[in-house]
Each structure stands twice: as structure tokens, then as C-alpha cells.
């Protein structure tokens, strides 16, 4: 796997790129025009559920500036805007192509002055420190290549006292919903997902990245490892999705 960094522009602008990031963004960019449907039709529309349950974590701060990492086609900014009115959202991404559906999004509920989307790589926020009152990421966490980078990044661009709030799949403990959890995500949602989507890769990529990545108490002592406080973490529906939250006590 090559990680260096080249500065060769690409079509989206003068972006450095590496060639895993650019292989997940190129991915996103395949199924962006029919990422919202099948992200609520394979979850049954739980995933909306989950968001909520995600904006409630920030319920009762004073949010002057929030910032969502990975956010796709900005459903989270969406729901969050919605429900807190926060001053200003900034949703960054590594897909145009995802950013292009959450933009016409934000058109149409006409919410440009609140939210923004651009180009922004959670290895490498573009924001000064001590920017956010809160940031949020919803099924992001998985795909970074650099998982302590990017907790690290969001640490550094959190006020002092901020939130994190992450939303991100984990493996049910209960040995008989890990079966049933693993018959739908390894044989249904593959073959589904690849007619669907036309896209081979992805849905093959969704279960086995899940499986492979950190969840439960080791996935809250990285949070802590990487400088996170008073971290919590929150099982929703049987633990096939959990909220983990903490806080940016001192810098
Ligand atoms: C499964 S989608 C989640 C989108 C959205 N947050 C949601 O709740 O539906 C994962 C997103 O992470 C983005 N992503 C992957 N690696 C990233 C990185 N290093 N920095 C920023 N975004 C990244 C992808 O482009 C994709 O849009």
C-alpha cells in the first residue's frame, strides 16, 4: 500500500492526494447518486434514527460553529441544523461527488447561509485550532486511513470544552444478532448493494471495513488516547450502531 503524498492536481482542484484516499474518494464518487437511497433502504430508515440520536448528544450547548467530518451528502449537517440551529455547520469531505448531492441538498431546504460544504481531508482539517464548538462525524470514521490523525485533527480544531460526537457501525455482542448481523451484511447487502449501485467494490468494501475496525471500549480508549475526555459509549439497536461522544477539556 503506497501512503506518500503526491501534490499532483486532480480534477477536483489543487488537492494533494494519496492513492488510498483518492481509490475511497473515487468510490463515494461512483455511488453518490444513489447513496441516500440505499443508505435508508438497507438500514430500513434506522439510520435516521441513529442521526437523531447523534444531534441529541449536543442538545443544551451554546453552538456557535459546528463541523461535520465526512459528511457526505450531508445528511447529519441536515439533521442537525434542523433540530439545533447552530450558527454556522462546515461539512467537509473527500468526495465531490458526495459534496455535489449534499449541496443540492442544502439548496433545496435553502439552508446556504447556515450550512457549508468543501473539500476537507480528516487527516488535515483546513481550520485553525480552537475553531469548533462541536464535530461530528456519521459512518466516516471507518473509511479514514488515518484513524488517529483524524480524531487528533478534531480535537486540535475543537474549542476548549467542545463536543465530538461520532455515529458509526459496531458488532453486536449478542451472539445470535451477530449472526443474523452478519448474514445481512456479508451475503444480502453485497449482492443488493452491487445491483443497485452498479458498483462492485463498494457494498463488498461496507461490511468487510466494519468488521475490521475498532469498536466498544477499544474504540473509546482510542478517542482517549488521542487527548478525548469523559468519553461515552452508546449501543443503538442491538449494538449494529453506536454513538461515541466525548469531550476537549484542555488543549
Ligand atoms: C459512509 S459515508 C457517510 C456520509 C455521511 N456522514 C452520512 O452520515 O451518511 C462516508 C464518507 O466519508 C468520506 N470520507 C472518507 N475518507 C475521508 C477522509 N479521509 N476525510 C474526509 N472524508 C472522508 C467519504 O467520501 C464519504 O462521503
Known amino acids: 500500500m503506497d501512503l506518500s503524498v503526491t501534490t499532483r492536481k486532480n480534477i477536483s482542484g489543487n488537492k494533494p492526494q494519496n492513492k488510498e484516499r483518492a481509490a475511497i474518494a473515487q468510490m463515494f464518487n461512483k455511488i453518490a447518486w444513489r447513496y441516500d437511497f440505499l443508505n435508508h433502504f438497507f438500514s430500513f430508515h434506522i439510520d435516521k434514527i441513529w442521526r437523531r440520536k447523534a444531534v441529541n448528544e449536543l442538545c443544551g450547548r451554546q453552538l456557535d460553529k459546528v463541523l461535520d467530518v465526512a459528511t457526505g451528502t450531508a445528511d447529519l449537517a441536515l439533521a442537525i441544523q434542523k433540530r439545533l440551529h447552530p450558527g454556522h455547520i462546515t461539512g467537509v469531505d473527500i468526495s465531490e461527488g458526495m459534496l455535489t448531492v449534499g449541496r443540492q441538498k442544502i439548496e433545496k431546504t435553502g439552508l446556504e447561509q447556515q450550512i457549508s460544504l468543501e473539500y476537507g481531508d480528516s487527516a488535515a482539517l483546513p481550520f485553525n485550532d480552537l475553531t469548533f464548538d462541536a464535530a461530528t ?93 469523559g468519553v461515552t459509549v452508546r449501543p443503538l439497536t442491538f449494538g449494529i450502531a453506536s454513538i461515541y461522544a466525548g469531550i476537549k477539556q484542555n488543549t
Not at 451472539?175 to 447487502?189: G, T
Not at 462492485?200 to 488516547?225: C, I, R, T, W
Open 137 to 229: 462525524v456519521a459512518f466516516g470514521v471507518r473509511n479514514f486511513e488515518h484513524l488517529e490523525k483524524g480524531l487528533g485533527e478534531m480535537f486540535r480544531v475543537l474549542k476548549t470544552g467542545g463536543k465530538v460526537v461520532i455515529l458509526e457501525f459496531s458488532i453486536p455482542q449478542n451472539r445470535i444478532f451477530r449472526s443474523i448481523f452478519h448474514f445481512y451484511f456479508f451475503r444480502i447487502l453485497p449482492f443488493v448493494g452491487r445491483l443497485v449501485s452498479k458498483d462492485a467494490h463498494a457494498y463488498n468494501y461496507l461490511p468487510d471495513s466494519v468488521q475490521s475496525f475498532p469498536h466498544g471500549a477499544e474504540f473509546k480508549s482510542k478517542m482517549e488516547s488521542c487527548g478525548f475526555s
